[in-house]
Each structure stands twice: as structure tokens, then as C-alpha cells.
């Protein structure tokens, strides 16, 4: 049973910094892809950072330059590293994984899905 779960969200004023981890199982194919999505209230999904099983990392713009994301193959763990916040980046943070195309296609397509942890950055 595939399952994914994340943790790490809070609160932190502009500038600060969060990491948010993942923990996924149950994935027996290898061409699969972890990513980051956020939804902000009113406003749709939208992802911020995917990685590959071969650690290829690709970012959103929004994200480029600030967040970091990192896999732990051993663990079964992915990281985002959140880095010079803004309070444009308050939403819940969803982890995905699915196939690496599902993932690229946008949140319509992505199977499965953590709970969800929220980020408030303040200014």
C-alpha cells in the first residue's frame, strides 16, 4: 500500500527559514517522483519542487534560488528545504508521489497525496 506523509510545517516571519519532510512507502517502480505542491486559500494547487529516483531535482520559479529539495533513499525520506521566506509562501504544503509524468502534468493528475502541512510566514 503506497502511502505518503508529511511533517514540518509552522510559523515564521519574513525571512526565516522551515523544512518540511516526507516520508513515502510502498512505491515498487522506480521511475516514480516525489514533489512539493502548495495551495493558498482561493487559489488553486500548484507545485513548487519535484525530484526524481535519481535525484534530479526541478523547481517552479517561485521557487528557484530559495527552496531545496533532497532525498534520502535509505530513509525513504524527501526534504524541502524552505529558505528566505515571504509571506507569498503562506499555504498548506501537500507531498505527492506518483509517476514522474503525473507529477510534471500538474495536480489533476497525481494519485497520491499527504495531509497536508500548513506554512504562515508573517512580515
Known amino acids: 500500500q503506497r502511502q505518503v506523509a508529511e511533517s514540518g510545517g509552522g510559523s515564521v516571519q519574513a525571512g526565516g527559514s522551515l523544512r518540511l519532510t516526507c516520508v513515502v512507502s510502498?512505491?515498487?517502480?522506480?521511475?516514480?517522483?516525489v514533489g512539493w505542491f502548495r495551495q493558498a486559500p482561493g487559489k488553486e494547487r500548484e507545485g513548487v519542487a519535484t525530484i526524481d529516483s535519481d535525484g534530479n531535482p526541478s523547481y517552479a520559479d517561485s521557487a528557484k534560488g530559495r527552496f531545496t529539495i533532497s532525498k534520502d533513499n535509505a530513509e525513504n525520506t524527501v526534504d524541502l528545504q524552505l529558505s528566505s521566506l515571504k509571506p507569498e509562501d503562506t499555504a498548506m504544503y501537500y507531498c505527492a508521489a506518483d509517476l514522474c509524468w503525473r507529477l510534471v502534468q500538474g495536480a489533476e493528475e497525481v494519485r497520491d497525496w499527504g495531509q497536508g502541512t500548513q506554512v504562515t510566514v508573517s512580515s
Open positions: 510502498g512505491y515498487a517502480y522506480s521511475h516514480y517522483c
